[in-house]
């Protein structure tokens, strides 16, 4: 496991292009790249941090760009919970296609792309079978029908864009009010006593968000074992 460098506390935009229109996420930062397990032992002048999470954050950007009301609950839950991690990654090859294409089109290359970028999903949580992918993209088209026209465009450049802002907004509300806010894409690491402060930011930029309810719970003696080891060849490391 590798330990990222705590030394590197300054996140920073990364754009696309010249007109610094197109992407815009917050890199950099040694806790954004970290795994999620190890983001858990942070903490914020010695106080555990919460995770929230701007739900479904690019899906929740194109219905209000479309001005139309986001189906309750998980956007990526549309009929069995099981099938949640592969219909997330589907909705993001979705909505970011390399060019405008048609929905047949749209559908094969999102299938492709699938079969390559996420070959373990396909093998293991659709038996490898592509008819099966091809109706976990045409249920998100049914259940997303507010948004079906931004299917199959390459949205991902605005999309990052906007919500790099939002983030930055957040931070900037949490630095008029004394709170540590640390961005980790569309979402942020706070202390947990201000986390009902730091949904309310999130609401007030009517984004909805959530606590992650993994990040607080208590590290277990494996995850414990592996952190401090990690933490000791990093420092080896760097002796």
């Known amino acids: 496991m590798i330990v990222p460098d705590p030394a590197k506390i300054l996140p920073y935009f990364v754009f696309n292009d010249e007109d610094l229109t197109m992407g815009g996420r917050m890199y950099g930062a040694f806790w954004i790249g970290m795994k999620q397990m190890l983001r858990r032992s942070i903490k914020i002048d010695g106080e555990l941090t919460t995770d929230i999470d701007g739900k479904g954050m690019h899906v929740q950007l194109l219905y209000r760009q479309a001005n139309r009301e986001m189906p309750p609950g998980d956007p990526y839950v549309y009929s ?38 996420f070959k373990q999903d396909f ?11 091809l109706e976990v993209i045409q249920s998100l088209e ?3 029908m507010g948004i079906r026209d931004s299917f199959y465009r390459p949205n ?4 990052q864009r906007t919500e790099g802002m939002i983030m930055l907004k957040i931070m900037e509300e949490g630095m008029r009010d004394g709170i540590v806010i640390l961005p980790v894409h569309d979402g942020c690491l706070c202390q947990r006593q201000h986390k009902d402060r730091v949904m309310q930011y999130f609401a007030e930029m009517k984004i909805e968000a959530a606590v992650n309810p993994k990040h607080e719970r208590e590290l277990g003696i494996e995850e414990t074992r592996r952190l401090v080891e990690a933490y000791q060849d990093y420092v080896a490391a760097n002796e």
């Open 142 to 144: 049914h259940h997303h």
């Open 80 to 117: 069995d919970p099981k099938e949640r991690k592969v219909a997330k990654k589907a909705m993001l090859l979705m909505m970011n296609t390399k060019c405008e294409m048609s929905p047949e089109r749209g559908r094969d290359a999102v299938i492709a792309t699938f079969k390559k970028s």
């Open 156 to 159: 991902w450049g605005a999309l």
């Open 123 to 133: 093998e293991t949580k659709l038996g490898g079978d592509k008819k099966r992918l």
